[in-house]
T-cell receptor, first 115, second 113 residues
Framework: AQSVTQLGSHVSVSEGALVLLRCNYS??????LFWYVQYPNQGLQLLLK??????LVKGINGFEAEFKKSETSFHLTKPSAHMSDAAEYFC?????????????FGSGTRLSIRP | AAGVIQSPRHLIKEKRETATLKCYPI?????VYWYQQGPGQDPQFLIS???????DKGSIPDRFSAQQFSDYHSELNMSSLELGDSALYFC????????????FGEGSRLTVL
């Protein structure tokens, strides 16, 4: 079955530390991959996406993610965390080039930043 | 740049009442999606419309209905509201022939008492 899994519902890092949010998917067909960020009481904002081409994708706010087909992963990283990065992060996947109606969200990871 | 507009932002209803949420997609976006996000949960797909026709259906209850109008705005109608319907309802739109990127509105928070 096709699915997307985010490891860790809550991640806490110190300001200036590396941020690593994990996302794995299960699929027999190439996926489109997305990371969205949600600040409190706001909608989801696209951070970055992978469709085809370069597997290392750079997004907004200094975030990047690498599509690793062999590991079926699309982990989100940022070299140095900032207090403003505190939010909920959702990995999302569209399987098999189907319509965006089939986008599946992970369960989300809440990122907290310690001063 | 114009974004997806949702109204109202907040709505409080009693059980068994009816509620209507509105969504105005980004200009030239022809597809609208509705998602429901319960407290501490990931967004769940409800329904989508492409060129004013229903294009896909997710976990939308029979008590809910939706449509897309000629100006591409969409309305989600919810009847016989239950306590469990309390959630954040997001509308999203996408470009014609896009790669699946969704542009989300800020959501309408429905509270059922």
């Amino acid at each position: 079955a096709q699915s997307v899994t985010q490891l860790g519902s809550h991640v806490s890092v110190s300001e200036g530390a590396l941020v690593l949010l994990r996302c794995n998917y299960s699929s027999s067909v190439p996926p489109y991959l997305f990371w969205y960020v949600q600040y409190p009481n706001q909608g989801l904002q696209l951070l970055l996406k992978y469709t085809t081409g370069a597997t290392l994708v750079k997004g907004i706010n200094g975030f990047e993610a690498e599509f690793k087909k062999s590991e079926t992963s699309f982990h989100l990283t940022k070299p140095s965390a900032h207090m403003s990065d505190a939010a909920e992060y959702f990995c999302a996947v569209i399987f098999g080039y189907s319509s965006a109606s089939k986008i599946i969200f992970g369960s989300g990871t809440r990122l907290s930043i310690r001063p | 740049a114009a974004g997806v507009i949702q109204s109202p932002r907040h709505l409080i209803k009693e059980k068994r009442e009816t509620a209507t949420l509105k969504c105005y997609p980004i200009p030239r976006h022809d597809t609208v999606y509705w998602y429901q996000q319960g407290p501490g949960q990931d967004p769940q797909f409800l329904i989508s419309f492409y060129e004013k026709m229903q294009s896909d259906k997710g976990s939308i209850p029979d008590r809910f209905s939706a449509q897309q109008f000629s100006d591409y705005h969409s309305e989600l109608n919810m009847s016989s509201l239950e306590l469990g319907d309390s959630a954040l309802y997001f509308c999203a739109s996408s470009l014609p022939g896009g790669t699946g990127e969704l542009f989300f509105g800020e959501g309408s928070r429905l509270t059922v008492l």
